[in-house]
């Protein structure tokens, strides 16, 4: 693509949208230059560029709101225009993406809290449990007893309290909790089995 001047109109792409197997389009508008950051963008590459602190190209988009180029791709209105030709497109507008773009940050980040839980309390069982100079032996027995117990805790709550309050339902967090503690157990499992535990 050609470069682009301030004042130009442009075309913004967000991505594909497998779902729907069409391309998501921000819209047409101009570009108005390089500007410092805004806080609108979400995402680890948006991340990267703010922390950066180098200005990043901002469009302003005929509907009224703006979107950062590194949310997109971008270039001049015909070329963008020409790309989307023959696919099949739909609109998205920035906020609807970012805040797609969050709830997926925030569901990745509670994923990997979830599977972490026993780690942490691992830690801090050991930490509190055993003294510094505890030999390897003592911290390897100490752990294998701690999933152990934690295993136990597991079958309590799912095998024999399934049925102990009908009606109850578990709550999405309960849930990435629990398949969270049994990824843990089943690689400790394993690990103990093949003698890395």
């Known amino acids: 693509m050609r470069q682009v ?11 594909r949208n497998h779902a729907t197997n069409s391309v998501e389009v921000f819209g047409f508008g101009v570009y108005e230059g390089d500007f410092p950051y805004g806080e609108e963008p979400v995402g680890p590459l948006q991340a990267a560029v703010k922390g950066s602190g180098v200005p990043n190209p901002r469009i302003l988009l005929d509907s009224g709101e703006r979107v950062w180029g590194c949310e997109c791709w971008w270039g001049p209105e015909a070329e963008i225009r ?9 609109i998205v507008a920035p906020s609807v993406a970012r805040e797609r773009a969050k709830k997926a940050q925030s569901a990745a980040e509670a994923k990997q809290k979830a599977s ?8 801090s069982y050991r930490e509190s449990a055993t003294s510094a100079d505890a030999g390897p032996v003592q911290v390897q027995e100490t752990r294998r007893a ?4 934690a295993a136990a805790m597991w079958k309590t709550i799912m095998v024999d309290m399934v049925d ?24 400790f499992e394993r690990d103990l089995r093949e003698g890395r535990a």
């Open 82 to 90: 020409q790309r989307l030709a023959n696919v099949v497109s739909e």
């Open 116 to 123: 972490s839980f026993l780690a942490d309390e691992w830690k």
């Open 164 to 187: 102990l309050d009908p009606g109850t339902e578990a709550t999405d967090d309960d849930l990435k909790r629990m398949d969270g503690v049994f990824q843990e157990l089943a690689a």
């Open 5 to 15: 001047n301030v004042g130009e109109r442009v075309g913004a792409i967000s991505g």
């Open 146 to 149: 701690f999933y152990a117990g």
